[in-house]
């Protein structure tokens, strides 16, 4: 053996990129909501539905489409995003059929599969497409306008339920504010992750926090203050929640301050005491859920929050089984706001279980992938949409369930909403492209023999 054969490096570990994983998976993504429908139609109407083969081809399409555009333009992404993106956005459809059957005059499936498709269009198109998550720093302000443009636009507009949140052009109709959070998201993470150390360690100290100072914090501080402030104007205060808590957090983790979540927690009670004092359309949310039984006992029968309870409580452990419940006694919004009591009273406290752990592995590998990156703006932009995601679940779930007053807004992939699915699929595509990065092999990992730590965790 020569010195050169001797000294030379052994061959670099080759690092697994799950493909096959990710494809088995999407197979039984398909499979559940599937069966899901064909149980629907034998409940109801004691066969299968004709169209199952076809509704199976078609989301079995929509999901190989995905997956090859994953396969060839990211092919060291995290496997199990897709899958579960593909298996709540069909548990979604099943569930809006389903409630379909009891309305026959308002049929919503149809439109959330046309959503649905262009969802994954555009998915695919930011996985082809954008090469590297990097690119989207250059335009922070420019998706700070942006945004700021599609929360204003809506105020022109008549308001639907007590809010000004849709645009409706004809029969067409939109909500621009579901896009402007992922905007906001993209101007937070580039504008935190170049001021990040101005922000944690200049300013004034103030008990245990480390305030920066104004010429740092005072341009993020006024456009999340004016982006809250027209969310308050249009009553979507839900939306406002949201951007508050996306705010924070992705504070806390550009500055690993843990008081400025203290500093969030007490703001977010403050606002949310006196807009709830003042502001009438919230101020009889907050009744509601202070006393949800109160219309009962005044003889005028259940409202929607009473239902919704009714609905989980007959689920029980088990569910009364897909098709069989009487979820539809919410009213107008079954099938957006409270479609989560839909899939408590059908598929009870387990297959409820099962989808807040879909909600949970979600979040956490979009978690997993932004700690693994080494740049900030990857990290923040990772996490801030992975939190959009928790945030979302946190409040309808919490304002269905009577745990926090309702506000109005979509269940990721389940409820009805075009505007909604079309915003997480390209949520989903962004941490597809994030993870990509994360776990792939940094450049002369090859030659050294020395396999990133990023990628430890999913060998």
């Known amino acids: 053996m020569t010195a050169t054969t001797a000294d030379a490096l052994p061959p670099a570990p080759r690092l697994p990129k799950r493909r096959g994983v990710e494809l088995l998976l999407l197979v039984g993504a398909v499979f559940v909501p599937v069966y899901g429908y064909a149980a629907v139609g034998l409940a109801r109407n004691g066969v299968v539905p004709p169209d199952v083969a076809g509704y199976g081809a078609g989301l079995g399409l929509l999901a190989l489409l995905a997956h090859l555009a994953v396969r060839f333009r990211a092919p060291y992404a995290d496997p199990l995003l897709l899958p579960i993106a593909v298996l709540l956005n069909g548990l979604g459809l099943v569930l809006i059929y389903r409630l379909d059957l009891e309305t026959p005059k308002d049929q919503a499936a149809p439109t959330q599969l046309i959503w649905s ?80 150390n101005a922000l944690a360690y200049t300013g004034r100290r103030f008990w245990k926090l480390q305030f ?78 202070l006393d949800p039984f109160a219309s009962i006992d005044a003889g005028r029968g259940p409202g929607q929050l009473a239902q919704s309870l009714f609905a989980f409580a007959a689920g029980g452990m088990l569910g009364t089984g897909l098709g069989l419940g009487h979820s539809i006694l919410i009213g107008f919004a079954a099938k957006s706001d409270f479609i989560l009591a839909t899939a ?71 409820a009805q909403g075009g505007s909604s699915v079309v915003t997480n699929w390209i949520i989903v595509a962004l941490l597809i492209r994030v993870s990509d990065q994360a776990r792939r092999p940094q450049p002369g990992a090859v030659e050294t023999g020395i396999i990133t730590p990023v990628a430890e965790g999913d060998r």
């Open 117 to 196: 498709t262009l969802g994954v269009s555009l998915f695919i198109a930011v996985v082809v497409l954008l090469r590297d998550h990097r690119m989207l720093q250059r335009y922070a302000y420019l998706s700070v306008a942006s945004a700021l443009v599609l929360m204003i636009v809506p105020i022109f507009f008549p308001a639907v339920n007590g809010a000004k949140i849709w645009i409706r052009v004809g029969g067409f109709s939109f909500q621009p504010g579901e896009f402007a959070k992922i905007l906001l998201a993209v101007f937070f993470a580039a504008y935190l992750a170049a001021n990040r």
């Open 212 to 289: 920066p100072t104004g010429r740092v914090l005072g341009p993020i501080v006024a456009i999340w203050l004016l982006s809250v402030g027209v969310l308050v104007l249009e009553r979507d205060l839900g939306t406002s929640l949201l951007f508050f808590g996306l705010f924070v957090i992705m504070l806390y983790v550009a500055t690993g301050r843990t008081g400025w979540i203290a500093v969030g927690l007490l703001l977010a009670a403050l606002g949310a005491f006196v807009v709830g004092s003042f502001e009438p359309h919230v101020h009889s949310r907050v009744q509601d859920w």
């Open 344 to 414: 408590g009273e059908e598929l009870g406290l387990t297959g409820l279980t099962a989808i807040f752990l879909l909600y949970a592995l979600l979040v956490a590998r979009g978690y997993r992938a932004g700690l693994a990156l080494r740049d900030p703006f990857g990290r923040l932009l990772s996490i801030g949409l992975a939190s959009i995601l928790a945030l979302q679940v946190f409040v309808i779930a919490g304002g269905v369930m009577g745990l926090i007053p309702l506000t109005g807004m979509a269940m990721p992939f389940l």
